[in-house]
């Protein structure tokens, strides 16, 4: 059986089907560095990474005189450096984040989690210190940064969340405010449904603490084609509003106002000097976590 290809192994069709957080993340982080011809910081940190042989400049207290007097060749030794970058992830877990279309492979949510744990994977891999909320109408899931803390234990609480409920965006601001007292790089991951008024504010507030930030709009194929032909019942999964009407009839107006929304979103990043992205759960999620790895070095 032949290896997946890069394009498969980030598809998340794929990655939707491995339950393990931990395992999902590094077979997609270790796959994306290899197909970027990247590796992660190497320096003179405290974690011993690998060895290579020692050519003329490099510093001799790297060398590993005890392998030169067994094998007669000198090796210096690499570690994975410690950086002052420290980056924190958003999580949107509200019961709209829980839509999965029929040709989906996963949720929004599920979707989103993936890349979340991809990224604390992947920020960790660089030496970063990695904070985390996850929140709906209540805070499900909250970690400051430190490099103390175990990336496994929270890729596992992780996995046990489920979406649903209200979104309530002010817990995700509160958890920036008082967890993030030095400059970090944020990414924010949701279908911001209804928080169109209030997004720029928010944004701006990331700004004036000195925050980088990066805001990914996760949406269902479904939500940006509105392929249904027939009558259908629509219902809020927040509100529990209902409505039923033919999706023919409303496809126009209803690509108008998605437009407008997307928009709007687009311009209170761009005002805000805030990376968007906007994703179908249907979308490789190497571009996302190439343009993460993108921002975090323009910030180095």
Same mark, same amino acid.
């Given at each position: =059986? ?70 007669? !060749?000198?090796?210096? !030794? ?59 109408? %209540? ?9 103390? %803390? ?63 930030? =990066? ?41 108008? %106002? ?37 921002? %975090?070095?323009? =910030?180095?």
């Amino acid at each position: =059986m032949s290896k997946p290809s890069l394009s498969e192994l980030l598809s998340p069709r794929l990655l939707a089907r491995i339950d393990d957080y931990q395992l999902l993340s590094r077979l997609a982080v270790e796959g994306l560095l290899a197909g970027l011809q990247r590796s992660h910081c190497l320096g003179g940190g405290s974690e011993f990474l690998q060895y290579r042989e020692y050519v003329a400049g490099d510093e001799l207290k790297y060398l590993d005189w005890k392998l030169l007097a067994r094998q007669d !060749k000198a090796y210096t !030794k690499q570690f994975q450096q410690e950086t002052n970058m420290r980056c924190a992830i958003l999580l949107d877990a509200s019961a709209s984040m829980n839509y999965q279309g029929e040709t989906a492979a996963c949720s929004k949510f599920r979707y989103a989690a993936i890349i979340a744990a991809c990224i604390a994977y992947l920020a960790q891999k660089q030496g970063d210190q990695v904070s985390i909320c996850v929140y709906s109408d %209540r805070e499900l899931l909250s970690r400051p940064g430190s490099r103390e %803390r175990s990336l496994g234990a929270l890729l596992s609480a992780l996995e046990h969340i489920s979406a649903g409920g209200k979104t309530d965006h002010e817990l995700a601001l509160r958890f920036v405010a008082n967890a993030l007292k030095r400059r970090s790089l944020i990414v924010w991951l949701s279908d911001f449904h209804h928080y169109e008024t209030r997004l720029g504010a928010a944004l701006g507030a990331f700004r004036l603490s000195g925050h980088d930030s =990066m805001l990914c709009q996760i949406l269902d194929e479904d939500e940006l084609t509105l392929p249904f032909r027939q009558t259908l019942r629509y219902v809020d999964s927040e509100s529990n509003r209902e409505i039923s009407t033919s999706a023919g009839l409303i496809r126009q107006s209803y690509q108008q %106002r998605l437009q407008r929304f997307l928009e709007h979103t687009r311009q209170s990043c761009l005002q805000e000097e805030c990376d968007y992205r906007l994703a179908s759960t249907a979308d490789n999620i190497g571009e996302l976590l190439a343009a993460w790895l993108d921002k %975090r070095e323009a =910030m180095l």
